[in-house]
T-cell receptor, first 112, second 116 residues
């Protein structure tokens, strides 16, 4: 069956450290993968998109890697801040390229 | 900055009642999506429109849910009758294009439904 898996347990880290979140998928061949941030009670907000032929993408303190062999994407936030605390969702373009399917999300808590 | 508008933000209803949600996408966005998000889970696609046409409604429970986008602009999602298991956040999103060119999705703030 097709699955998109993200750590269900919350990730707690100290301010200033690098947070690393994982997105694993099975039985998909996505053309690209996206990461979104979602605050409680709000809609998701787009962060980054990485295509299947790209290994790494950066935006300010954010870095995303995409390994189509391992079927995994890693999402890094460097020099993390309490304001980075939120749920982070990965999403794959699936269904023959017509459908964006989301993972369950990982909650990140950055502590002082 | 352009935003996706949704209403109502919150809706409490009793089971077996009818409920409707409205979405106005960003101007010029051809593709409109309705997602359902149960607490602690990721958004699940219910229906996707390209202009006024349905592209994907494979996960829409058609016995009780309906969606329309008559003029290819704003959209309405209806549930009749509502069931306890329908309690969730209903998210509307839009994108400039769809299919293989789908870029980022712009989400509204969502409509939180509680069915009693």
């Amino acid at each position: 069956s097709q699955k998109i898996e993200q750590n269900s347990e919350a990730l707690n880290i100290q301010e200033g450290k690098t947070a690393t979140l994982t997105c694993n998928y099975t039985n998909y061949s996505p053309a690209y993968l996206q990461w979104y941030r979602q605050d409680p009670g709000r809609g998701p907000v787009f962060l980054l998109l990485i295509r299947e032929n790209e290994k790494e993408k950066r935006k300010e303190r954010l870095k995303v890697t995409f390994d189509t062999t391992l079927k995994q994407s890693l999402f890094h936030i460097t020099a993390s801040q309490p304001a980075d605390s939120a749920t982070y969702l990965c999403a794959l373009l699936t269904g023959g390229g017509n459908k964006l399917t989301f993972g369950t999300g990982t909650q990140l808590k950055v502590e002082l | 900055e352009a935003e996706v508008a949704q209403s109502p933000r919150y809706k409490i209803t009793e089971k077996s009642q009818a409920v409707a949600f409205w979405c106005d996408p960003i101007s010029g966005h051809a593709t409109l999506y309705w997602y359902r998000q149960i607490l602690g889970q990721g958004p699940e696609l219910l229906v996707q429109f390209q202009d006024e046409s349905v592209v994907d409604d494979s996960q829409l429970p058609k016995d009780r849910f309906s969606a329309e986008r008559l003029k290819g602009v704003d959209s309405t999602l209806k549930i009749q009758p509502a069931e306890l298991g329908d309690s969730a956040m209903y998210l509307c999103a839009s994108s400039h294009s769809g299919g293989a060119d789908t870029g980022e999705l712009f989400f509204g703030e969502g409509s939180r439904l509680t069915v009693l």
